[in-house]
């Protein structure tokens, strides 16, 4: 079994700010963890994922997350935010258990909005 | 210009009727597959399909049916059993059904029950 807790529904930062959306994680397998960006009424656009490799992962857009299995925590961050960054975020975990795949197990959400 | 296609846009459904929601993709991807997402709500698995007339039901495959006669197509039925069909659809392909494998999304269907 899986899930995914994302910390916080909303974020609001000032352009220019960091911006931190937080991301656990729980998974009796070794994961496989993304984070998609959602613009109102559009479908899913990856950001980054992480699969087993460096823990620090690089995205699209100045985004990047860490992976940290201790805390089983997979936070994404951005030095400087800008207003093109505002809307939806979703922390998502995939596990292949062998019986069959799970699919993507997504998180709720997190809403991002920047103030100007 | 490689992707994934759905239609239409915004669909209206009368109770009592069955819909269909059209999926194509040229990725030539093996996988496919629907999410339904609500309000608020994290996207959840209705069906996926790892090869052409092979489906299998994900988490709320209840009031929906799928069909897989073609690699690039994965259409989705919404029928009257499904009491509360109100949402936005997702579409989504990968390469193979493989957790590392990266799903790639269409624009979405809103589906709306008068």
């Known amino acids: 079994a899986q899930s995914v807790t994302q910390l916080d529904s909303h974020v609001s930062v000032s352009e220019g700010t960091p911006v931190l959306l937080r991301c656990n994680y729980s998974s009796s397998y070794s994961p496989s963890l993304f984070w998609y960006v959602q613009h109102p009424n559009k479908g899913l656009q990856l950001l980054l994922k992480y699969t087993s490799a460096a823990t620090l992962v690089k995205g699209i857009n100045g985004f990047e997350a860490e992976f940290k299995k201790s805390e089983t925590s997979f936070h994404l961050t951005k030095p400087s935010a800008h207003m093109s960054d505002a809307a939806e975020y979703f922390c998502?975990?995939?596990?292949?258990?062998?019986?069959?795949?799970?699919?993507?197990?997504f998180g709720k959400g997190t809403h991002l909005i920047i103030q100007p | 210009d490689g992707g994934i296609t759905q239609s239409p846009k915004y669909l209206f459904r009368k109770e009592g009727q069955n819909v269909t929601l059209s999926c194509e993709q040229n990725?030539?991807?093996?996988?496919m597959y629907w999410y339904r997402q609500d309000p608020g709500q994290g996207l959840r698995l209705i069906y996926y399909s790892q090869i052409v007339n092979d489906f299998q039901k994900g988490d709320i495959a209840e009031g929906y049916s799928v069909s897989r006669e073609k690699k690039e197509s994965f259409p989705l039925t919404v029928t009257s059993a499904q009491k509360n069909p109100t949402a936005f659809y997702l579409c989504?392909?990968?390469?193979?059904?493989?957790?590392?494998?990266?799903?790639?999304f269409g624009p979405g269907t809103r589906l709306t029950v008068l």
């Open positions: 989504a392909s990968s390469i193979v059904v493989q957790h590392t494998d990266t799903q790639y």
């Open positions: 998502v975990v995939s596990t292949y258990s062998g019986g069959g795949a799970d699919g993507l197990t």
């Open positions: 990725l030539n991807h093996d996988a």
